[in-house]
C-alpha cells in the first residue's frame, strides 16, 4: 500500500490526515504519522523520542499518533460511496436490470 503526505485516512473508523511515511527510530517497519481530526485521539505532537518527524496544524499536544501501514486504510472515495451506495453494489460493467440505477 502506498500512503503520501496529506492524504486523508481512515483508522479504526476515526478520519485523520498523513504526515509522515517511513521510517521511526528504534521500530522496525514503516509507519504513518497521522494528524487526527479529533486532536484528543492521539499520543504526541508528531515527535517521539526527542526526534520531530512532523509538524500538526493543531496545537494540541496530543493531535498526532504513528500507526504501522498496515493498519491504515484509505477509505473510498466519495464517488466511490456514491456508486456503492446508488448503484446497489453493482459490479462495473455488471448490467443493471430493471428499475435499477447506473
Not at 1 to 6: E, F
Not at 35 to 44: L, M, N, P, Q, V
Not at 56 to 66: D, H, I, L, N, Y
Amino acid at each position: 500500500m502506498a500512503v503520501a503526505v496529506g492524504e486523508r485516512l481512515l483508522i479504526a473508523k476515526e478520519r485523520a490526515t498523513a504526515r509522515y511515511v517511513g521510517a521511526v527510530e528504534g521500530h522496525d517497519g514503516t509507519w504513518v504519522g497521522v494528524e487526527w481530526d479529533d486532536a484528543s485521539r492521539g499520543k504526541h505532537d508528531g515527535s517521539v523520542g526527542g526526534k520531530r518527524y512532523f509538524t500538526c496544524q493543531s496545537a494540541a499536544p496530543t493531535a498526532a499518533s504513528f500507526i504501522r501501514i498496515n493498519k491504515v486504510s484509505q477509505g473510498t472515495s466519495l464517488v466511490g460511496a456514491l456508486v456503492l451506495r446508488y448503484t446497489n453494489q453493482l459490479a462495473e460493467g455488471q448490467a443493471a436490470g430493471d428499475g435499477q440505477v447506473y
